[in-house]
């Protein structure tokens, strides 16, 4: 009934997983590096409105993980039951 005090996990973190997670924080990254371009000439982004400014900054990194989680191969989980794979 207790679980067990010294768990040990063997299943890998899934390919897609990874993925997504680099991206993220690689597409981040690329983010802040932007808002010091922007911060220094805020003419490059004055055309916009201020409320797609604000959506489009958190949803750029959102989108590009999103879209590696999807084009990543799925890792196969052979101790599973088939009907669950």
Not at 47 to 72: M, N, S
Request: proline content about 12%; glycine content about 4%; overall charge negative.
């Amino acid at each position: 009934m207790h679980a067990d005090p010294d768990p040990t996990y063997t299943r890998p973190v899934e390919a897609k997983v990874k993925a997504m997670t680099l991206t993220a924080y690689l597409s981040g990254v690329a983010g802040m590096a932007v808002l010091q371009v922007v911060a220094a000439d805020p003419s490059l982004i004055s055309f916009l409105p201020d409320w797609v400014e604000a959506i489009t900054l958190p949803l750029l990194p959102t989108a590009l993980a999103a879209v590696a989680g999807w084009k990543a191969r799925h890792t196969p989980r052979p101790d599973l039951p088939a009907d669950q794979r």
